[in-house]
């Protein structure tokens, strides 16, 4: 993503709260996180105007499932199946065990 921060787009949550009080750089100008990352090993980063740093979490998606992602309507699609099934909109079609290979 190019350019200015699209709020609805990468901020999920405004509610930040201050987890580190003037954290300083090493002589390398690294800075170290620890804890903070809670897990989080990749991260895009993003800065703005101001020198403000944003650093959201994200995670690789195998090559070929990224097609899915890249499908606005194929996605919602996915992401409305799964909603209907999580309120038990489901209909049984049978064994499909047939199609299977292998």
């Not at 750089?25 to 991260?43: H, I, N, Q």
Request: net charge neutral.
């Amino acid at each position: 993503m190019h350019g200015y921060l699209m709020s609805s787009s990468v901020i999920k949550n405004t509610n930040f709260e201050l987890v580190t009080e003037f954290a300083r750089t090493d002589a390398k100008k690294r800075l170290s996180l620890g804890e903070v990352l809670a897990g989080s090993s990749a991260f895009n980063i993003y800065r703005n105007t101001f020198g403000q740093l944003f650093l959201d979490p994200v995670r690789a998606v195998p090559a070929d499932e990224a097609w899915l992602f890249e499908n606005p309507a194929a996605l919602a699609s996915v992401k409305r199946g799964l909603e209907q099934a999580a309120r038990g909109e489901v209909h049984d079609l049978g064994d499909f065990s047939k199609h299977a290979k292998g």
